[in-house]
C-alpha cells in the first residue's frame, strides 16, 4: 500500500460504491476526471512550450523524434506520432518508437515487457546526439522507459519525460519534464482514464505547437498537409485558395503543379514566375510561407 500511496495516480478517491451509483453519476465523476486533466495540461503550458523550442530546433537541424513508452501511455504516443506526416508533412523516417514488447503491443496486452529494462536501453542505442526522445510514463516509473531514457540521455540525445506523477525516475533520468499531475483515477490506477487524457492532450499540444514554429501552419491552416487521396487534394486545393485568395480551380492546377505541395501552389497562385522561383522563395524564407509571399514581389 505505500507503493500505491506515492503516486497520485494509483491513490483512491472519493469513489466509493461507484459500482452502485446510477448511470448519470457515474458519467459526472468520470468526466470530472477528465476535466481535471486538462487543467493538468494547462498548468504544464510553460514546460510544454519550451520543450516544442527545443524538439523545433533539433528537428530543423536534422534530427529525428522519438517516442518511447509502454501500455497505454505508448499507444498514446504512437497515436500523436502517426499523425505527424498526414498533418505537418513530417517525413515518416524521421519518427521512431521505441515500444516495450515491440509493434505487438500496441494491440496484444504484453504486461510484463514494460519491465524489461535491457529491451529499453537496447532500443534507445539506434539513436544519436541530433535526436530527441519523448519518453511517456503516467507513473514515471517505468522500467522499460526509464531504462531508454537513462540510455538516450547517455548518448546525448535530448529527453523529453512526459509523466503524471511528480518527483519520478523518468524526469530525473531527462533533460525536461513536462509534469502533468492529474490526480487520483476515478479508477485507481486506471491510467487509460485522466492520465491518458492528459497525455494525448499535452502530446497534441507539443507537437502541433512544434510544427507551427516549423511553419507547417498558415493561419490556422495546414499547409504541408499531405495530398494522398482524393479527399486530402481537395482540402489543400481549399488552403490555396483561401491563403492565395483564387478560385479552387485555379488553386487545383497550381497543386498539380506542385506535385501535391502546398507551399508552392500557393506561391505560384500568388505570382510566382513558376515553380522554380517558388521554390526559390521557399528555401530562402526556411520553408516559412508567409516570409516567402511578402517576398514574391522580388523573385
Not at 483512491?12 to 460504491?17: I, L, Q, R, V
Not at 487520483?184 to 510544427?211: D, F, M, Y
Not at 517558388?278 to 516570409?291: C, K, M, P, T
Amino acid at each position: 500500500m505505500a507503493r500505491m500511496a506515492e503516486r497520485q495516480t494509483e491513490q483512491s478517491g472519493s469513489y466509493t460504491g461507484i459500482d452502485t451509483w446510477p448511470d448519470a453519476r457515474i458519467l459526472d465523476a468520470l468526466a470530472d476526471g477528465q476535466a481535471r486533466a486538462i487543467a493538468a495540461v494547462r498548468q504544464a503550458a510553460p514546460a510544454i512550450a519550451g520543450a516544442a523550442t527545443m524538439l523545433a530546433q533539433r528537428l530543423a537541424a536534422g534530427g529525428r523524434l522519438a517516442y518511447a513508452g509502454a501500455g497505454a501511455s505508448i499507444r498514446v504516443a504512437v497515436q500523436d506520432g502517426a499523425e505527424l506526416p498526414a498533418t505537418f508533412g513530417m517525413p515518416e523516417a524521421k519518427i521512431l518508437y521505441l515500444i516495450a514488447g515491440g509493434r505487438p503491443a500496441m494491440f496484444d496486452t504484453l504486461a510484463d515487457a514494460e519491465d524489461d529494462a535491457a529491451d529499453g536501453a537496447a532500443q534507445a542505442d539506434g539513436l544519436t546526439s541530433a535526436d530527441t526522445m519523448i519518453a511517456v510514463a503516467a507513473s514515471g516509473s517505468t522500467p522499460f522507459t526509464v531504462a531508454a531514457a537513462k540510455r538516450a540521455r547517455e548518448k546525448g540525445v535530448f529527453v523529453i519525460a512526459v509523466v503524471n506523477n511528480p518527483g519520478s525516475r523518468l524526469a530525473a533520468a531527462a533533460s525536461l519534464e513536462i509534469l502533468l499531475p492529474s490526480g487520483p483515477e476515478v479508477i485507481a490506477g486506471s491510467t487509460r482514464l485522466g492520465a491518458g487524457t492528459a497525455q494525448k492532450a499535452a502530446l497534441n499540444l507539443l507537437s502541433t505547437l512544434t510544427h507551427i514554429k516549423l511553419g507547417a501552419v498558415h493561419d490556422g491552416l495546414m499547409v504541408n498537409v499531405g495530398t494522398g487521396n482524393t479527399k486530402l487534394r481537395r482540402r489543400a486545393a481549399g488552403i490555396i485558395a483561401t491563403i492565395a485568395q483564387v478560385d479552387e480551380a485555379r488553386a487545383a492546377a497550381a497543386l498539380e503543379a506542385a506535385q501535391g505541395h502546398v507551399k508552392p501552389a500557393v506561391l505560384l497562385c500568388a505570382g510566382a514566375k513558376g515553380i522554380a522561383a517558388a521554390q526559390r522563395l521557399l528555401a530562402a524564407a526556411n520553408g516559412n510561407l508567409r516570409l516567402a509571399m511578402s517576398r514574391i514581389r522580388d523573385a
